[in-house]
C-alpha cells in the first residue's frame, strides 16, 4: 500500500472512531498523529469532519466548507471559528444559475507548524461557482493549491513544504481558542457591486481672477500707448508753435 493511501486510511479510521463516539481525547494527553489540512462542513452549529475528499464533495448553495492546517490525532482539530455564512456571504448578491459557498481557511497556530513558518490569518470567503463545482473547485477559487500524491499539501502558499507529516506523541488541546476571520471579497461573482452613494457637490464656478489673467497686462500696455500718443502730440504741437514764432 503507498504511502498517501495510508496517511488517508489511518486519517478516514481516526475520524470514524471519534464519530462513533469510541475514542475520548483529554487535554495535553500524548497520541501519535498526523499535521495535515483536514476539510470539514459545518452542519448543525458545528464543524464535521468530511467523509469523502473534497473532489467528492458537491457542496449545496448556502453551504459552509472549512479547512484547518494543524497537528491531529484521533480528535480532529476543527477551525477555529464558527461556519457563518451570513457573515461571509451575506453581501454577496446571489446569481441565477451559480451558487454561493462560505468557505472558512484557518491555517492553525505556529505551534501546528513545522518549517517555522508563520502562519496567515484565518479567512473567510464567499465563493460564486456553479451548482456542480465540487469542493476542490471551491477551494481552488481563492487561491493556488498545492496538491500531492492527492492530498492537498499547502493552500495559497501555506505550508511551502512537507505533507500529511507523522507526528509522534502530541498533545493535543481539548479545545482551541476561537478567532474571527478576515473576510475577503467574493470571488466569482459577475454582480456589480453597489458603490456607496456619494453626494453631487457641484464643481466650483470659475472665478474671474484678475491676477491670473492678462487683463492687467493689457490695461497697462494701454495706458503707456495712450501716453506716448499723448507726449507725441503734445511735440508736435510745440514744434508748430515753435515754427509760426520764427
Given at each position: 500500500m503507498t504511502a498517501h493511501r495510508t496517511v488517508r486510511l489511518v486519517l478516514s479510521?481516526?475520524?470514524?472512531?471519534?464519530?462513533?463516539?469510541?475514542?475520548?481525547t483529554t487535554a495535553a494527553?500524548?497520541?501519535?498523529?498526523?499535521?495535515?489540512?483536514?476539510?470539514?462542513?459545518?452542519?448543525?452549529?458545528?464543524?464535521?469532519?468530511?467523509?469523502?475528499?473534497?473532489d467528492g464533495v458537491v457542496p449545496k448553495d448556502g453551504s459552509v466548507e472549512g479547512w484547518?492546517?494543524?497537528?491531529?490525532?484521533?480528535?480532529p482539530r476543527v477551525p477555529r471559528a464558527a461556519g457563518d455564512?451570513?457573515?461571509i456571504c451575506g453581501t454577496t448578491p446571489a446569481e441565477s444559475g451559480k451558487k454561493r459557498v462560505a468557505l472558512v481557511i484557518d491555517p492553525g497556530t505556529q505551534a501546528d507548524s513545522a518549517t517555522g513558518q508563520t502562519p496567515p490569518a484565518p479567512t473567510g470567503t464567499c465563493v460564486v461557482t456553479d451548482p456542480a463545482a465540487t469542493g476542490a473547485k471551491v477551494l481552488a477559487a481563492v487561491g493556488p493549491v498545492r496538491i500531492e500524491k492527492g492530498l492537498t499539501c499547502g493552500i495559497e502558499g501555506y505550508p511551502e513544504t512537507t505533507c500529511g507529516q507523522p507526528v509522534s506523541k502530541i498533545n493535543v488541546p481539548a479545545t482551541d481558542a476561537p478567532v474571527t476571520l478576515q473576510i475577503q471579497p467574493a470571488v466569482g461573482s459577475t454582480a456589480i457591486p453597489t458603490a456607496t452613494p456619494q453626494a453631487n457637490?457641484?464643481?466650483p464656478a470659475?472665478?474671474?481672477?484678475?491676477?491670473?489673467?492678462?487683463?492687467?497686462?493689457?490695461?497697462?500696455?494701454?495706458?503707456?500707448?495712450?501716453?506716448?500718443?499723448?507726449?507725441?502730440?503734445f511735440l508736435s504741437r510745440r514744434r508748430r508753435s515753435q515754427h509760426a514764432g520764427q
Open positions: 479510521l481516526l475520524a470514524g472512531l471519534l464519530l462513533a463516539g469510541t475514542v475520548t494527553q500524548a497520541e501519535d498523529g498526523y499535521r495535515f489540512w483536514g476539510y470539514y462542513q459545518w452542519s448543525g452549529s458545528q464543524w464535521a469532519f468530511a467523509q469523502k475528499g473534497s484547518r492546517y494543524a497537528v491531529g490525532g484521533a480528535k455564512f451570513n457573515a457637490t457641484p464643481a470659475k472665478q474671474d481672477d484678475d491676477s491670473s489673467a492678462p487683463w492687467g497686462g493689457i490695461v497697462g500696455l494701454a495706458a503707456l500707448v495712450l501716453l506716448l500718443a499723448g507726449g507725441g502730440l
